[in-house]
């Protein structure tokens, strides 16, 4: 089973950046999946991103795209999301999670994952 350990949020006002970071441990990071996804209070879990094992294929979200960038470092078993021009809409807690298969935009194709970070936009 794989550990995942998120960090990098925090409050930033609208228009900022801020780059998450999710470190894994326990399997072959580089043979899986990875996704972020975020949860504001009252809403259900949302896709934000997801990038194959090689970095080679990613796949954003409509809500996020031309802002969000998904990355990952097999050498460092991490995977990261850089956010720019954030807007209050964008706060929530932030997961990242991997997965099997490719290019899934469904929670319930990931099998593990983190405890999450806050990120908090002001507007």
């Known amino acids: 089973q794989v550990q995942l350990v998120e960090s990098g949020g925090g409050l930033v006002q609208a228009g900022g950046s801020l780059r998450l970071s999710c470190a894994a441990s326990?399997?072959?990071?580089?043979?899986?999946?990875m996704g972020w996804f975020r949860q504001a209070p009252g809403k259900e879990r949302e896709f934000v991103a997801t990038?194959?094992?090689?970095?080679?294929?990613?796949y954003v979200a409509d809500s996020v795209k031309g802002r969000f960038t998904i990355s990952r470092d097999n050498a460092k078993n991490t995977v990261y999301l850089q956010m720019n021009s954030l807007k209050s809409e964008d706060t929530a807690v932030y997961y990242c999670?991997?997965?099997?298969?490719?290019?899934?935009?469904?929670?319930?194709?990931?099998?593990?994952w983190g405890q999450g970070t806050q990120v908090t936009v002001s507007s």
């Open positions: 990038i194959d094992w090689s970095g080679s294929s990613t």
């Open positions: 999670a991997s997965s099997y298969y490719s290019s899934r935009s469904r929670p319930s194709d990931y099998d593990a």
């Open positions: 326990g399997r072959t990071f580089s043979s899986y999946n």
